[in-house]
């Protein structure tokens, strides 16, 4: 008899806006990513296999969360039940993460587009987005692997808060206004530009202190080609800060300076579906 064979998959993710503040309540919009993880359980073995970038802020421990606790459903013989998947996959990105906001693997579990807000530990609010923006010409960028994992990061921050509270947190409301732009531009309930909020977001995000001094540079270059690039997820700030969402109306520039850095960059289609069993 041939052994019963089980495969889940789950997206990574990118943040558009809010990341950092998302931790202290702000709001997040955030996206699942055409890049997937995806579990294969054949008898007693298990193959993960993966196009998620790992370890940059594409959400690659979030997706094998997810992923783990949904194959554990389906292995239970247990409802398929969404809820349930991102509660478990919640608490198995705490053991890693110490204080996640729970929108990395909210996001894998549900795909799409997420507002999300963590209002306390018992309550994380999401709504799905339905983007009436085509969003076309969004590329990844990879400027490596930070030293920092995002745990640090996000303790990073938490000392700042703690030594220069005013100041941080005017920071982290401010992101929370451009995160609300970015929903008011997704909503078509305002002509805003695509360049102006990923600037802006990126603006504040270099104010915080989680993007080094390389990718800065980066990203300078970026915007004297005429696009725009932020980091997305926890950042990193000695040497690389892993992923880059970035955006170019004209992307062969983009892909240009990329390739001219020797840096890795690929499209990205946003709004892709969350964890999912495979055939
Ligand atoms: C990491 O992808 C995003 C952070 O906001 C941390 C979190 O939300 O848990 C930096």
Redesign the pocket.
């Known amino acids: 008899m041939k052994p019963r064979m089980v495969k889940v998959s789950a997206p990574g993710?990118v943040?558009l806006s809010?990341?950092?503040?998302?931790?202290y309540s702000y709001p997040?919009l955030v996206a699942a990513v055409n890049k997937r993880l995806s579990i294969t359980r054949i008898g007693n073995k298990k193959e993960i296999d993966s196009d998620i970038p790992i370890g940059c802020?594409m959400?690659s421990s979030a997706a094998f969360a997810v992923a783990s606790s949904a194959l554990n459903i389906k292995l239970k013989g247990e409802r398929w039940d969404l809820e349930k998947i991102n509660q478990e996959a919640y608490k198995r990105?705490k053991k890693q993460?110490g204080?996640?906001?729970?929108?990395?693997n909210t996001i894998s579990t549900y795909g799409g587009f997420l507002w999300y807000r963590k209002e306390a530990e018992s309550l994380k609010t999401f709504s799905q987005i339905h983007s009436k923006r085509k969003l076309s010409n969004l590329f990844a960028i990879n400027t490596g692997r930070p030293n920092e994992s995002?745990k640090e990061?996000?303790s990073y921050v938490a000392g700042l808060y703690r030594k220069r509270k005013s100041k941080i947190d005017s920071i982290l409301k401010d992101i929370g206004e451009v995160t609300k732009a970015f929903l008011r531009y997704l909503l078509a309930e305002e002509n805003l530009s695509l360049e102006a909020l990923i600037k802006g977001n990126e603006s504040l995000l270099e104010n915080l202190g989680v993007v080094s001094k390389s990718t800065i540079q980066l990203i300078r270059e970026i915007e004297k080609i005429g696009g725009a690039a932020k980091v997305s997820?926890?950042?990193g700030k000695k040497d690389k800060s892993g992923i880059l969402l970035a955006y170019h109306q004209d992307p062969d520039r983009l892909v240009m300076l990329a390739k001219d850095m020797n840096l890795d960059i690929f499209p990205i289609r946003l709004g892709e579906g969350g964890v999912r069993v495979e055939k």
């Open positions: 993710k943040i809010g990341e950092h503040a998302v931790v997040a802020g959400g990105e993460h204080n996640p906001s729970g929108g990395d995002t990061m996000v997820g926890a950042g």
